[in-house]
């Protein structure tokens, strides 16, 4: 069965503090592994897609990489407005399964 | 803009009776979900429409129900609601089972009372 785990449940940063997410996973024929942002309230808001392992996607302050176990959501010199929760998902043979995210929070 | 609208943003039912959730879609997307999402856990796919193919989780419960009567629109009926099915519910579209993520909608926080 598809598996997404991400660590940490909850990180707390300063502003200027940059740091990782983790997302392990284990899927039948990867097809796609997918990053989103989601504030309280709201929907998930999508940021990335990786295909293959080595690949890596920037957008802003946000890089993240791919290998074949795992993917990083690297956060570089957060803002306040950084603070969210981040999902991965996992797109295999089957539906697509989420993570239960990691809760950011940066500090002014 | 090209969005996922849902509606209400906020739902107070009462324990036992039925709810109708609503979702509608102007980007045209063939595939239509819906997830549930607990406080702090990851969303759990209820059920999603290919077209108008029907496809229901394994472990969706009976007691939730769904409707797709045209491209744009696609309803979650719950007919007894209970304490335990309050929750976040997501409505998302796709192109194909797609590799290219999914558009949420804001979700609707259900309360049952």
């Known amino acids: 069965e598809d598996q997404v785990t991400q660590s940490p449940e909850a990180l707390r940063l300063q502003e200027g503090e940059s740091s990782s997410l983790n997302c392990s996973y284990t899927v039948s024929g990867l097809r796609g592994l997918f990053w989103y942002r989601q504030d309280p309230g709201k929907g998930p808001e999508f940021l990335f897609t990786l295909y293959s392992a080595g690949e890596e996607k920037e957008k802003e302050r946000l890089k993240a990489t791919l290998t074949k176990k795992e993917s990083f959501l690297h956060i570089t010199a957060p803002k306040p407005e950084d603070s969210a929760t981040y999902l991965c998902?996992?797109?295999?043979?089957?539906?697509?399964?989420f993570g239960a995210g990691t809760r950011l929070t940066v500090k002014p | 803009d090209a969005m996922v609208i849902q509606n209400p943003r906020y739902q107070v039912t009462q324990f036992g009776k039925p709810v109708t959730l609503s979702c509608s879609q102007t980007?045209?997307?063939?595939?239509m979900y819906w997830y549930q999402q607990k406080s702090s856990q990851a969303p759990k796919l209820l059920f999603h429409?290919?077209?108008?193919?029907?496809?229901n989780e394994a472990d969706t419960p009976d007691n939730f129900q769904s409707r797709r009567p045209n491209t744009s629109f696609c309803f979650l009926d719950i007919r007894s609601p209970g304490l335990g099915d309050a929750a976040m519910y997501l409505c998302?579209?796709?192109?194909?089972?797609?590799?290219?993520?999914?558009?949420f909608g804001s979700g609707t926080r259900l309360t049952v009372v």
């Open positions: 429409y290919y077209d108008k193919d029907f496809n």
């Open positions: 980007l045209n997307h063939n595939v």
């Open positions: 998302a579209t796709s192109v194909g089972t797609s590799d290219y993520g999914y558009t």
């Open positions: 998902a996992v797109q295999g043979n089957n539906d697509m399964r």
